[in-house]
């Protein structure tokens, strides 16, 4: 009932800058938070950044001060402002969603693929 569009990724070279977007759409009700993950194959799942309902953000440590989550609440939507990317940044890009009808990891989309290489 809620599907998950991610867009923006790509091929780029270190220090290299990305916008990705994710539109959500679907049964969710108000939105409680927003947030963007990463996989690496053979690794496991992990959480890039959060944002809030109220605004409040929240990094994982390795990406702060280089990334800005952002997110369009009328539009369902929350992005994820990347600079100064680096090699260790590659991965598939997924977002996720909290609402008053839906739970973190109910859904997934396919993901956007962030390459960072030279």
């Known amino acids: 009932q809620v599907q998950l569009v991610e867009s923006g990724g790509g091929l780029v070279q270190p220090g290299g800058s990305l916008r990705l977007s994710c539109a959500a759409s679907?049964?969710?009700?108000?939105?409680?938070?927003m947030g963007w993950y990463r996989r690496v194959p053979g690794k496991q799942r992990e959480l890039v950044a959060s944002?809030?309902?109220?605004?409040?953000?929240n990094y994982k440590t390795s990406v702060k001060g280089r990334f800005t989550i952002s997110g369009d609440n009328a539009k369902n939507t929350v992005y994820l402002q990347m600079n100064s990317l680096k090699p260790e940044d590659t991965a598939v890009y997924y977002c996720?969603?909290?609402?008053?009808?839906?739970?973190?990891?109910?859904?997934w989309g396919q993901g956007t693929q962030v390459t960072v290489s030279s």
């Open positions: 944002i809030t309902a109220g605004g409040t953000t």
């Open positions: 996720q969603i909290q609402g008053e009808r839906v739970r973190l990891g109910d859904y």
């Open positions: 679907g049964n969710i009700g108000s939105i409680y938070a």
